[in-house]
């Protein structure tokens, strides 16, 4: 079983940065992508970026473009979100996720889900 252990989520200010961090560990020679989703307090979960961990085709949500960066460390399997220019409406839980391919993890029908780390910005 693959795992996916997010860390870097926090309390910050409008306009702060803040990075994520994602490990996926166990059985991952099936994970080729890996990606973000979140899910902010009544609100549908939302696919915020992903990356080809061998492709290293990168896509954003529109909201996001611009002022989020995912970059990957293929050699241990790690992810990083570097969020910039937060928004009070990028408060949310953030999870990582994994599977084949960034439109299957576009679908949210991922093989694999973290636990989720929260994100709250204050305005």
């Known amino acids: 079983q693959v795992h996916l252990v997010e860390s870097g989520g926090g309390l910050v200010q409008a306009g702060d940065s803040l990075r994520l961090s994602c490990t996926a560990s166990?059985?991952?020679?099936?994970?080729?992508?890996m990606g973000w989703f979140r899910q902010a307090p009544g609100k549908d979960r939302e696919f915020v970026a992903g990356i080809g961990l061998v492709s290293g085709y990168i896509y954003y949500e529109t909201s996001v473009k611009g002022r989020f960066v995912i970059s990957k460390d293929s050699g241990q399997n790690m992810v990083t979100l570097q969020m910039n220019s937060l928004r009070p409406e990028d408060t949310a839980v953030y999870y990582c996720v994994g599977d084949r391919t960034v439109p299957k993890l576009r679908s949210g029908d991922c093989d694999y889900w973290g636990q989720g780390t929260q994100v709250t910005v204050s305005s």
């Open positions: 166990g059985p991952s020679h099936t994970v080729f992508a």
